[in-house]
């Protein structure tokens, strides 16, 4: 069964901090912001969630820390 894109982008983001372009580039998604767009909209739900959390210094996603 193929990993949803939730699945694949907290997958991507074990290891390391990435920004939205490498990471859309790890998980094959293109990175291109339009309204509707699935990518941005589960990157904002996984931040609401508090699972992931952007980093404005670094320009990078990363797995919320507990």
């Not at 997958?11 to 990175?31: D, F, M, N």
């Not at 291109?32 to 320009?59: H, N």
């Amino acid at each position: 069964m193929a990993k949803s894109l939730r699945d694949r982008i907290l997958e991507a983001l074990k290891k390391e901090g990435l920004t939205a372009l490498e990471l859309s580039e790890r998980i094959g998604v293109e990175p291109v912001f339009k309204m509707g767009d699935d990518y941005y909209f589960t990157l904002s739900r996984l931040e609401e969630e508090g699972l992931i959390e952007y980093d404005s210094a670094t320009g990078k996603w990363h797995l919320k820390r507990r």
